[in-house]
């Protein structure tokens, strides 16, 4: 199989750099693992940059059934306060977003390989990278976009987590007086080791994901009732919110191994790196999604205009960086006990800190990383 472009992963950022190619006419193979989408560890938050973004790609994310975000709540121990969002923000579950991004791909003329795995990728030749699938095909293309999200590939990996972050997601349904509650808000929980989100996706449901670090699972018994048990004791505002919901899943959807605070330093000619593959900002921004999109866009401008992936590596790092560290600051400081005891007094008193750091840790669009031939619409 040889192709002019082979995208790895069909996720957001693969499904979005897919679609622009093809519309440029590009020959695009993309290849996904899962045969359908399902259900991933995400808060399911669309800052409004990602909202432009998929807008530019087709997908209307209010026909799908989002729910408009525009509030952010804080809460720590018993302590409530809430701000609004400086932009429009929407909820929606990644298996519905993720369904019509690659319904778009196909749509869009790409050649799309669901239920394939990706095992290896190599450089064979100075032009060539190999991709080989789980059934042994060889996939042939002078360009790969590796979009693999939060899984690596062998030779292709990203550091270690110090902090073994581990993520979880759960749906509830919660009484009605506690969807009144919850309205229009996206609301951060904050307890020691960790933090979560919970919102309302759609179909009147709630969407609760957290990420703690394992030593606090490991208290915890490692185990998720414990876990819960554990961020609601320390976090009652928690209890309160999730008390008599009924969980919607058999067990929570989780995953390990999150680098927070990566930037790929570089990459090889041919080989673009786009979403977690090439920045993992921490989850309580909620702009990964935004991440996922704004790489992929500048990659394939990048490609299109000759550019080589190691130059659009480097100045993607250098444009991500200042967002990044201002996430991670603000991260530990949510995971800092006076911060944590504080915070909600201070969104009360000043609800505009909320929009600065919500400005702050969001992707500059059209940062430096542009091409010097004109962007490319996508
Ligand atoms: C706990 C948590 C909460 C988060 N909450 C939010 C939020 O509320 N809002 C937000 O904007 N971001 C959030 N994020 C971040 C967001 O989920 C990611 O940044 C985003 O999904 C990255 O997109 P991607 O395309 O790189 O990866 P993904 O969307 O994960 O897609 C990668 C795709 O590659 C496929 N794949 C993997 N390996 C292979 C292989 N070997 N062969 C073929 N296919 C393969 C996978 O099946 C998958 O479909 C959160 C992250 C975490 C951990």
Known sequence: MQDEVLVLGGGVAGCAASIALARKGRRVTLI????????????EFLSGEALKDLHA?????????AVPINHV????????????????AASLTRKALDTALIAAAIAAGVRVEQGRSVQALARTAPSVWQATLDDGTACVAPTV?????????????????PLQWVGFKMYYRLSAAQIADLADASELTLYSGGYGGIQPVEDGIANFCC??????????????????AKMQQDCPHLAMRLGGAEPLLD?????????????RPTTEDGLYCIGDQAAVIPSFTGDGISIALHTARCAVAAYLAAEPAPLFQSKLRSALRVQMRLAEFAADGLNN???RAVL???????????????????????AAVAPMQSPVEI
Do not use: N
Not at 32 to 43: A, D, L, Q, S
Not at 73 to 88: D, E, H, M, N
């Open 32 to 43: 996904e693992r899962e045969p359908t989408p399902r259900h991933k560890v995400c808060g």
């Open 57 to 65: 790609l087709g997908i209307y994310v209010a026909s799908l059934g």
């Open 73 to 88: 709540r804080l809460a720590a121990a018993r302590r409530a306060a809430q701000a609004p969002l400086p932009f429009s």
């Open 145 to 161: 976009f590796l979009a693999t999200g939060k899984h690596d590939l062998r030779g292709h990996g990203r550091p270690k987590d």
């Open 211 to 228: 990420v703690v670090q394992r030593r606090y699972f490991a208290r915890a018994g490692l185990r998720w009732e414990g876990l819960l």
């Open 251 to 263: 067990k929570p959807i989780t995953i390990t191994h999150i680098p927070y605070g990566y930037i």
């Open 337 to 339: 006990s006076f911060a």
């Open 344 to 366: 909600p007094f201070c969104l009360r008193v000043w609800p505009g800190v909320m929009c600065v750091t919500a400005k702050l840790t969001r992707v500059a669009q059209h």
